[in-house]
Structure formats: C-alpha cells, structure tokens
C-alpha cells in the first residue's frame, strides 16, 4: 500500500510541471507562451536526466562535511533499486523516482523569470549549473539525515528551502539581472482560463507534493493532506479581503494566486503543524505575499512580473519560519522542540530563522556567480529571441 501511496504521488508532483507552465502562460504575453511551455516540459528531459546520472547520488548517497554527498554512482551504477532506502521503508527506486520530480519541478518554478529573454542554450547550461551546485547540495543539506541543517535540527517537511525558497531567490536574481526596472505602464493581459486551470492541476498535484512526503500512509500523510487544503483556502479567502480592502475590487487570478500563497507558505510545516495552525499559516502567507507584489515590488522597482518570488520566495520565507511558531509534538514526534506557541520556546523559530538566512544566502551567492559567469560567456544569448514555434 505504502508503494502504491508513492507512485501515485510521484505522479500527481508530475502534474505540476504542466501545471506550473499553464499558471505562468495565463500570465505572460501571447508572444511568451509557447516559450514558457518549451522551458517547463523541457525540464522533464534535462533535469530528470540529470537526477538520474548524477542527482540522487550526489543529493542522497554518502556524505562530504554535510553539505553534499557523493559521485560514486554515475546513472545509478552500483546501487541495488530493489533494496530498502535508508529508514524510509520505501523500496530506493521509488524513492528516487519521487525525489526526482522534485528536481524536476523546482527548476520549472523559476524557468518564467527568463521567459524570451535567453536563448534555450542559456536555459540549459543555467540549469545544469544551478543543479549541480544548489539544487542538490541544498538537497543534502536539509533533507539528507547526514546534512548539517538537518543535524542541526531544522524542520523542512516538503520543501520550503529546498524548493520554494530555492526557486524565488533563483527567479528574483534572474529577473535582476535578466530584465530592467520594471515599467509601471506595462500591463499585460492574462487568460483567466489558463490561471484557473494551472491553479487546479498545481493544488490537484500538491497533494502529492505534501502529503507524499510522509512517505507512508499514515496519520502524517493525512494530516499534510488536511493541512495543504486548509491553508490554501485560508490564503485564498484573506486574497478577497486584501483585494477588496486595497483595490476596491476581487479577481479571479487574484484568488489563485492567493491559495498558491498558500499552498507554498504551509508546505514546510505540513507535517508538522495542526489544522489551526495550518489556518494562521494560509493567513499570514497571503498577507505576506500581498504586501509584497502590490507594493514593496514597486517600490523596489522589480520587474518580478510573474511574482515568483513575491509567492514562492515570500511564502517559503513565511512558511519556513512560521514552523518554528506552530509545529507540535503532538502532530510529529520527530519534533524534538515545540514551535513558540506550543511551548517550546526560541529554540525552534531560531534554528528556522538560520535556516531560511542560510538558504537565502548560500542561494544568492552561488545563483549570483552562475548568472555572472553564464551573462560573460554567453552573452549574444540574452535579448528578446522566439526560437520556438508552436508548429
């Protein structure tokens, strides 16, 4: 039963590739939309091959000063699929494969960012490199028994660091360095239809995302599934107040990115935190992200046209530290301290607070470096460039 939990949720992290590409397309100028679904599939190719030739070894097998594993394990030779992973009690094939829509994932999250502003040859080397020297030694770092945020005791339940806040600081860096200072009088028409649908396929797929991260079937799996729906709808209706309060009107993509706030603010602590707590947690998320894509943006002047980082970069942040308030023994008992409002104390929000700087800045650094280096060696690659056809 436990197996056939995972292959079902490795499927449904599957659906948000897709997913994620018809969201950003309801977005982006017609002219960007073909090129947004190329970038988003693509990743399926590239980053899963990736996973497969050097991803899962370098991410989960061995250990080098906790920040990385090992690269002993080439297209997975050497290493017996059919055996029990670790303390997952998960066959490692399966294992693998889930782990691995998530490095597929996480790339396709912050793919918008460069839209038509890069040539694919650029989409390419960027995410072999960002994968190579981010995706999985954060992979290590906080989801690897043997990674020192892990030894040090901070809480990621499915991928507040490692994916979401990963992914907003990676597309708040390229559209820094990829795009000028946004212009106040460029407003883009969406399609609503495409919003609702990705928003569908994304919440549809977050199930798997968060409840398969329990692993097993299990009160932990049922309690991510109840948390997910509970802060994406809490997030969802605190959109409608914000918009109504500070527009004078709701919209449809509005209340979409709003449950997508809160998807991403409760994914870290979904297995960790009750309904209540997964209510606030929605809240605080929206509220967060609001403030930030309608005006902390503009007076930055980010041109972050597709909000990745004011959702996925904001809520992560919020989502993140946000466990160090609400998770409870009760819930998991693999949280040794409880969060602030269950008694716990600072211990828990401050080692949640050095996790999130930590991301932040092991992210900025390294994703800066790539971007500079990549923006040097390929630089007749940058600029408005259709290379893909629809047929």
């Known amino acids: 039963m436990n197996v056939v939990f995972m292959i079902l949720s490795t499927m449904l992290v599957w659906i948000m590739v897709p997913g994620i590409a018809v969201f950003y397309s309801g977005f982006v100028p017609h002219k960007d939309v073909t090129r947004i679904l190329f970038d988003s599939f693509l990743m399926f190719g590239l980053a899963g091959l990736l996973w497969i030739a050097i991803g899962f070894s370098a991410s989960f097998e061995g250990n080098n000063l906790g920040i990385i594993g090992n690269f002993s394990h080439l297209f997975l030779r050497g290493i017996d699929l059919s055996s029990t992973f670790g303390q997952t009690g998960l066959p490692t094939s399966v294992y693998l494969l889930f ?10 999250l912050f793919l918008g960012a460069m839209a038509s502003r890069v040539k694919i040859r650029f989409v390419i080397l960027f995410v072999i490199l960002w994968s190579l020297l981010i995706y999985y030694p954060l992979a290590h770092i906080v989801w690897s028994s043997s990674g020192f945020l892990a030894k040090l005791g901070v809480l990621d339940f499915a991928g507040g660091t490692v994916i979401h806040i990963d992914a907003g600081i990676t597309a708040l860096i390229l559209a820094v360095t990829l795009r000028g200072p946004y212009q106040y009088n460029q407003q883009t028409k969406g399609n609503p239809l495409w919003i609702l649908m990705g928003t569908v396929l994304l919440w549809l797929g977050w199930y798997g995302f968060n409840a398969g991260s329990a692993l097993k079937v299990n009160f932990l799996a049922i309690n991510a599934f109840f948390t997910t729906t509970v802060a994406a709808c809490s997030a969802l209706i605190t959109w409608i107040f914000l ?99 269950y008694g716990g104390g600072f211990k828990l929000l401050g080692l949640q607070l050095f996790g999130v700087i930590f991301t932040i800045a092991f992210v900025s650094v390294l994703g800066g470096v790539i971007v500079t280096v990549l ?9 408005i460039r259709p290379e893909i056809k629809l047929a």
Do not use: R
């Open 99 to 108: 782990q691995m829509m998530f490095a597929i994932l996480t790339p396709a």
């Open 243 to 341: 918009e109504e309060m500070y527009k004078g009107k709701v919209t449809l993509s509005g209340i979409c990115t709003g449950s997508i706030c809160g998807l991403v603010g409760i994914t870290p602590g979904t297995g960790y935190v009750t309904i209540l707590g997964s209510f606030l947690i929605g809240i605080i998320s929206a509220i967060s992200s609001f403030y930030f894509m309608n005006f902390l943006k503009y007076q930055l002047h980010l041109n972050d046209y597709l909000d990745i980082f004011g959702c996925h970069g904001v809520s992560g942040i919020v989502g993140s530290i946000c466990v160090g308030l609400f998770a409870t023994k009760s819930v998991n008992g693999n949280v040794v301290t409880n969060g602030l409002f």
């Open 375 to 383: 923006k040097k060696a390929l630089k007749d690659d940058i600029g």
